[in-house]
């Protein structure tokens, strides 16, 4: 296991990484800060990848990312994640919608827990899913930055 915390113009992002790839990222000032293993090991080489497409996304050179992901979950939660990823950048999707996209319609609430247990945030989209009514609903880092991620992509919601 390997960690890495970098520095966004938006805060602090940890990133945790296995063999196979990134297992968690989390902005640190959220409400699910990423807490370091026992046995993982800090490691630059692990992440050159992902900060490099982190620094295109917060300059406005990236819209999506090309990274390998390990994220662990039941097959539910995967299946939801993986939706997440075809979120474009910039676009807003509600709960339903996302239900409907995994051809689960009534599976709203079931959706809406997966989303929130996303270990990697940012990268798996998890800010682009807001209120049907287009307002902003809850985000692990908090509604402010959930508010300056979607500002930063241009997206269309009501504050």
Same mark, same amino acid.
């Given at each position: ?8 113009? &938006?805060?602090?992002?940890? /990133? ?5 790839? /990134? ?38 050179? @990236? ?58 945030? &940012? /990268?798996?989209?998890?800010? @682009?899913? /807001? ?17 300056? &991620? ?10």
């Amino acid at each position: 296991m390997y960690h890495n915390i970098y520095h966004s113009p &938006l805060g602090e992002i940890a /990133i945790t990484a296995n063999d196979d790839g /990134i297992t968690a990222l989390a902005f640190q000032q959220g409400a699910a800060p990423i807490q370091f293993a026992e046995n993982s090991t800090q490691s630059d080489k692990h992440f050159s990848e992902v900060t490099q497409q982190l620094t295109e996304y917060f300059a406005g050179q @990236r819209t999506q990312f090309n990274l390998t992901l390990a994220p662990q979950g039941t097959p539910f939660q995967q299946t939801v994640w993986q939706a997440l990823t075809e979120i474009p950048f910039g676009q807003t999707v509600s709960y339903g919608w996302l239900a409907k996209s995994i051809n689960n319609e009534k599976a709203v609430r079931a959706v809406g827990t997966a989303n929130g247990a996303n270990p990697i945030a &940012l /990268i798996i989209p998890c800010h @682009r899913v /807001i209120g049907a009514n287009k307002k902003l609903t809850g985000y692990a880092g908090g509604l402010a930055l959930k508010a300056k &991620l979607l500002m930063h992509e241009q997206a269309d919601f009501k504050p």
